[in-house]
C-alpha cells in the first residue's frame, strides 16, 4: 500500500489543521456537529453484529468497537476541560494515553450502545455548555502539558467538531471495507 493510500485511510477527512483566526461562522457549525455526532454515530450502528464490529478502518487501526469507546473516552477527557477552562483561570489538564486507553477491556469487548448512551448524554450536556459561552468565554484557555502551550475553548470546539467527523469517517470505512484490514 502506497504511502498516500495509508495517509488518505488514517485522515479520511484530511489532517486537522487549526485556523488561524476562528470566526462566529466556524463556532456555529462546530457546535452543531457536535451537537448531531451521537445520532450520526448511532445510524452507523443500526444492523452491525458483534462481528462487523471487529471491522479495522485501516491496517493496524482500531477496530469499530474500539472506535466508539474511545469517541467515549476523549469526549469525557474534552468536556471536562472544556468545563474546567470555563470555571478556572488556565487551569492544567492531565493528560491521557488514548492507545493505552483504547486497548482496555472495557474498549475491546464491552458493547458499543454503553459508549453511545454516554455520548448521546454527555453532548446534550457539551453543547448545552458550549451553547452559553460567550466571546469572551471561548478565549478562556487550559495548559496541556505534553504539547507545552494554551488552548483557547474555540480551538478545542473546532479541533473535536473535526475529531467527531474524522472518526465517524473511520467508521464509515471500516463498513465500506469489511474485513479487509487487520
Known sequence: MKKAERKELKYP???FKMPKKISDKEIESSIKTITGFPSKLRKEMTKLNDDMLEYRHRP???TIRQLIHHCADSHINAYVR???????????VKPYDESAWANTGDA???PVEWSL???EGLHKRWTALLSELNEDDLE???YHPEQKKE?????????????CS?????????KKHKNKFK
Do not use: F
Open 13 to 15: 477527512v484530511g489532517e
Open 60 to 62: 493496524g487501526g482500531w
Open 82 to 92: 472544556t468545563k474546567l477552562a470555563y470555571t478556572e483561570k488556565n487551569p492544567t
Open 108 to 110: 475491546g469487548e464491552a
Open 117 to 119: 448512551m454516554l455520548l
Open 140 to 142: 478562556r484557555t487550559y
Open 151 to 163: 488552548i483557547k475553548l474555540k480551538q478545542l470546539l473546532v479541533l473535536y467538531a473535526w475529531h
Open 166 to 174: 474524522h472518526h465517524l469517517a473511520h467508521v464509515q470505512q471500516a
